[in-house]
């Protein structure tokens, strides 16, 4: 079955960066038709969502709000995307979640995310 | 502030039914039918249960149902269960290879 499994809670100091796996099985990262998208939730509050990577070919998009703040990359190899988080402040501490989101054949149009990792808590604090 | 707009929270007994609507724009809910609903617990991740308006994953309960009109999607719940105390979000394709969430509903069963 479909699992998507992401890496320990991390603590960093403000101005740090942090680096979150996200492992897939059950499906072949490197030759699907889907995107891993990743979704912030801050404490307390809603989904918010941040952008994708096609792990196929390696080209990302990034919401608005978190360009020039955050990388998104794979290796297919093991099967692994990865959100690095830059220029970290005390805002940034939140549960951050990869999901599997379908690319509609032939468009770069993604459906919702089906399939969500179990989130990993980054705590940024001096 | 989110780009899909949900009622903070809503309640109902047990066995009744609820309705969650999520309020977008001709932009998003209104030009798509990628809209998706999820269950969120306490501490846990997201659970699909409604996707491309009205469809069910396998092992999702038939109470669970989803529809839409224009710029507003919804959610139903009927024949409430204890189980079902949780947070819910809408998310819809947004254009431009982008998403958007809802702010999510906290449901309470009284």
């Known amino acids: 079955q479909v699992q998507l499994v992401q890496s320990g809670a991390e603590v960093r100091k403000p101005g740090a960066s942090v680096k979150v796996s996200c492992r897939a099985s059950?499906?072949?990262?490197?030759?699907?038709?889907?995107?891993i998208h990743w979704v912030r939730q801050a404490p307390g509050q809603g989904l918010e969502w941040m952008g994708w990577?096609?792990?196929?070919?390696?080209?990302?998009k990034y919401a608005q709000k978190f360009q020039g703040w955050l990388t998104m990359t794979r290796d297919t190899s093991v099967s692994t995307a990865y959100l690095e988080l830059n220029r970290l402040t005390s805002d940034d501490t939140a549960v951050y979640f990869c999901a599997r989101g379908e690319i509609l054949g032939g468009t770069t149009l993604t459906m919702p995310p089906d399939y969500w990792g179990q989130g990993t808590l980054v705590t940024v604090s001096s | 502030q989110s780009a899909l707009t949900q009622p903070a929270s809503v309640s109902g007994s047990l066995g009744q039914s609820i309705t969650i609507s999520c309020t977008g724009t001709s932009s998003n809910v209104g030009s798509y039918s990628f809209v998706s609903w999820y269950q969120q617990h306490p501490g846990k991740a997201p659970k699909l249960i409604i996707y491309?308006?009205?469809k069910r994953p396998s092992g999702v309960l038939n109470r669970f149902s989803g529809s839409k009109s224009g710029n507003t999607a919804s959610l139903t719940i009927s024949g409430l269960q204890a189980e079902d105390e949780a947070d819910y979000y809408c998310c819809s394709y947004a254009g431009i290879s982008t998403l958007a969430f809802g702010g999510g509903t906290k449901l309470a069963v009284l």
């Open positions: 491309e308006v009205t």
């Open positions: 059950g499906y072949s990262l490197s030759v699907s038709t889907y995107y």
């Open positions: 990577i096609n792990p196929k070919t390696g080209g990302t």
